[in-house]
């Protein structure tokens, strides 16, 4: 498999393009823009007054607990739903009205939403006709996200790994400004996990902004410039990843010591939260790792290790959700 960005095809049109078939990708300020969607199903607000927008070259985040209203947002985005109240834009229209929405916005929202019985290629290229796209795209696209092989296979033999590329070469058909992507790397081997993280940052340098949903914290951390948290239903940030951390993250001093009991009441005495763990190791909270250094010294206390932990995408998304879980039965709405 070649690496993302190595194509340098062109257009039906003859442009060159970055990421395949399509022109140079303009900038996208203000391509899409979320304006105070709200959505309810039942006696249910699975979405309430969510506002956000999409920056040209970032990748978002978007994130939050089941049930929080992540898909059900990225649906009314595109029109598959039907808000009760407030819009999506996309370039001013909503998608429902753009001549060429393809073009507009490229989104993976449902890899299972492929007619079984077509091949991968045949897929494309249906896609590609409705948009007047050239056949060739189709196996450009195919080839750049490794399933040239598979390229005649029917779709009900794919895994769900390939089901996921397919669906990645369907959303760029269009040579999109903008990538809706809705659990992407679900089903991906750890191989498949790194290329999507890699191609997602390749998407992003060429200008384009991209909203990716996920749960894989770690890869978040690694991948996403911002982050758009969701929690019942709203927003409960929309920050960059390190100051979204900063705010919501405690660093921690784990150390390792021959007296644990010893060291834990000492520091409980200087009011210091402490958790001791099997094997003699205590997790510190309020002190630095200097400041147990000393304590532990001054005391005759020998210490085996003694180290700021740092603080996590993850221990700031728990600590930021973890009053706004809904926890849901049933099919109810994401």
Known sequence: MKPPGWYRGTTAEGHRGRMGAGPAVRSVADVIEVQELTKRYGVVAAVQDVSFRLEPGVVHGFIGPNGAGKSTTMRMMVGLDRPASGRCLIDGRPYRELDAPMRKLGALLDVQAIHPGRSGRNHLRILARTHGIAARRADELLEMVGLADAADRRVRGYSLGMRQRLGLAAALLGDPAALLLDEP???????????????????????????????????????????????????LADAPVVELISRNATRTVRTRTDR?????????????????????????????????????????????????????????YLALTQNHARHLAGGSPQ
């Not at 991906?188 to 191609?199: N, T």
């Open 185 to 235: 790397a679900n089903g991906m081997d750890p191989d498949g996990i790194i290329w999507i993280r890699s191609l997602l940052r390749s998407l992003a340098r060429e200008g384009r902004a991209i909203l990716v949903s996920s749960h894989l914290m770690g890869e978040l951390a690694q991948t996403a410039d911002r982050l758009i948290v969701l929690g019942r239903g709203r927003v």
């Open 260 to 316: 644990p009991g010893t060291l834990e009441k000492l520091l409980r005495e200087h009011d210091a939260a402490v958790a001791l763990h099997p094997g003699g190791t205590l997790e510190v909270i309020g002190m630095t790792a200097d400041d147990v250094a000393v304590l532990a010294h001054r005391n005759g206390i020998l210490l085996y290790e003694n180290v700021t932990v740092p603080a996590s995408l993850e221990d700031a």
